[in-house]
C-alpha cells in the first residue's frame, strides 16, 4: 500500500490560508502539504497522497528529484542571477542541448520564466519580422496566460475548429504570419489533430512565406513519450516554447529559435527585457531535467506505462460502460466519462479518490479527467490508482 501513515511533520498547529488569493479556477481542496518526494505529497498530519497531475502538469522526473535538488543546491552557491550585459556559460549549455532535442540544428534559446512567457515571446518575435496580419491556431486550444497569445482577439487570430471543419479552404494562408500549434492538450482536454492536416497547414504557412510555432507548454519534455509533441506529426518547427516540465517545477521556459528565424531579427527593433531572462539557475535545472530524462530512459517508460493505464481503461470502458472515451499519449491521458442524469460520474469519482487520498482532479466544465504523473511514478502506484478506481467505477454502475 503506497498511502500509509508516516511520521508526523514538525509542522504544528492550524495553517491559515485566508491570506492567500486563488485565481487559478480551481477549488482549494488542501492547504497544509508539507513535503514532497516523486509522485507522493506528505501533510502536516503524517498522511501520503498520490499525486498523478505532476502538480501542474509539472514534475516530470518527480517531485524534488534528487539530482535536480543537487543541481539547485550546487548552481545557487555559486551563481544564481545574470545581469543584462553578462552571463555563465550554463546557459550556453543548455542552450546547446535544447536545440539538439529539438531539432532546431542551427539556432538560438533564450530562457525565461513561464509557458505563457515563452509562447508570447515567440509571438511578439514573429510580429516583429514579418508584415503579414494574422496568426493562425486550432479552436479550444490554450496558448497563455496574457498578451497577444492570451486574448487571441478576431483581428489578429485565425482559429481554425479542425475537429468541424473538413478542409482548409476558407484560411488565406498567404496573410498568415505563423502557424501557432498546440499538439495535443485543447484546453486539458487531450485531443490529437491527424497529423497529414498539420503537414498540410505547415507546408502551406511556409509556402506563403510564414513560420511555425509550436506550444510545447504541456506537451514537452517527454509527456508524450516523445521529446516533444510535435515529433508525433514528423515536423521541424522554427520556433520551440518549451516550459512547465523543463524546470520539473523550478519556474524556468525556453524559446529555441531556428536560425530561419534569428537571421532576419533587427536588434535595434526587437528589444525584450525582463530581469530573469538567461539566468544561470533556471538553464542549470533545465539542463538537468534533459540529463534525467536521458539517463534515466523516461521517454520509453512514459510510453509503457502510459500504455498500461490507457489498457486498462478501455478494459473498464468497456466492462462498465460509464467511460465514454479514453485518449492519450505517453502519459498525457485523458479520460472522458458519459453524462448521467442523476450526478456527474466525473465529480463523483473525484470526491471517492480523495478520500482515498488520489489527487485527480477534474477538468472544469467538463466530464474529463487528466492523468499527467510523473515520469518516475513506481509500478506499485499506478496499480494502486487503477484497482482503486476500478473498485469505484464498478460501484458507481449499480448506483446509475
Known amino acids: 500500500m503506497p498511502l ?27 492547504s497544509n502539504f508539507v513535503r514532497a518526494e516523486n509522485c507522493t505529497l506528505f501533510d502536516d498530519k503524517g498522511d501520503r497522497y498520490l499525486d498523478l497531475e505532476s502538480g501542474v502538469w509539472s514534475t516530470p522526473v518527480g517531485h524534488c528529484h534528487p ?86 482577439s478576431g483581428n489578429r487570430w485565425i482559429h481554425f475548429d479542425w475537429m468541424n471543419e473538413g478542409n482548409t479552404d476558407k484560411i488565406d494562408f498567404s496573410k498568415i504570419a505563423a502557424f501557432v500549434f498546440e499538439p495535443g492538450s485543447s484546453l486539458g482536454l487531450v485531443h490529437f489533430p491527424p497529423k497529414e492536416l498539420i503537414q498540410q497547414i505547415v507546408n502551406r504557412v511556409r509556402e506563403c512565406g510564414g513560420y511555425v510555432i509550436t506550444n510545447e507548454v504541456t506537451t514537452g519534455t517527454g509527456r508524450t513519450g516523445r521529446w516533444f509533441g510535435y515529433n508525433h506529426f514528423d515536423i521541424i518547427p522554427d520556433i520551440v516554447a518549451i516550459g512547465k516540465g523543463l524546470g520539473n517545477g523550478y519556474p ?45 530512459g523516461l521517454l520509453q517508460r512514459a510510453v509503457t506505462i502510459g500504455e498500461k493505464i490507457r489498457c486498462r481503461f478501455n478494459r473498464m470502458k468497456d466492462e462498465y460502460g460509464i467511460i465514454k472515451e479514453v485518449r492519450g499519449r505517453g502519459l498525457m491521458i485523458a479520460v472522458e466519462f458519459q453524462k448521467n442524469d442523476g450526478f456527474s460520474f466525473a465529480e463523483k469519482i473525484n470526491e471517492e479518490l480523495l478520500k482515498r487520498n488520489v489527487i485527480l482532479a477534474k477538468r472544469p466544465g467538463h466530464e474529463v479527467f487528466r492523468i499527467d504523473p510523473a515520469l518516475t511514478i513506481q509500478e506499485e502506484q499506478v496499480e494502486y490508482f487503477l484497482c482503486t478506481i476500478e473498485e469505484i467505477i464498478s460501484s458507481l454502475r449499480v448506483q446509475s
Open 4 to 30: 500509509q501513515k508516516c511520521k508526523k511533520s514538525e509542522y504544528k498547529g492550524k495553517i491559515k490560508m485566508d491570506n492567500i488569493l486563488n485565481s487559478i479556477g480551481h477549488e482549494l481542496k488542501f
Open 252 to 296: 524556468v521556459s525556453c524559446v529555441a529559435i531556428a536560425e530561419s528565424v534569428t537571421e532576419k531579427i533587427d536588434p535595434k527593433k526587437f528589444h525584450y527585457g525582463q530581469s530573469h531572462q538567461n539566468d544561470p539557475l533556471g538553464a542549470a535545472v533545465a539542463l538537468g531535467v534533459i540529463d534525467v530524462i536521458e539517463k534515466e
Open 67 to 152: 539530482r535536480i535538488t543537487q543541481v539547485l543546491s550546487e548552481q545557487s552557491g555559486k551563481m544564481i542571477h545574470s545581469g543584462y550585459c553578462y552571463l555563465n556559460p550554463i546557459v550556453g549549455s543548455a542552450a546547446s542541448k535544447i536545440l539538439e532535442i529539438t531539432g532546431i540544428k542551427t539556432g538560438k534559446c533564450v530562457f525565461l520564466c513561464s509557458g505563457s512567457e515563452a509562447v508570447e515571446f515567440s509571438v511578439q518575435l514573429i510580429s516583429k519580422i514579418s508584415s503579414k496580419p494574422y496568426f493562425l491556431t486550432m479552436k479550444n486550444c490554450y496558448l497563455s496566460a496574457y498578451g497577444i497569445s492570451g486574448e487571441r
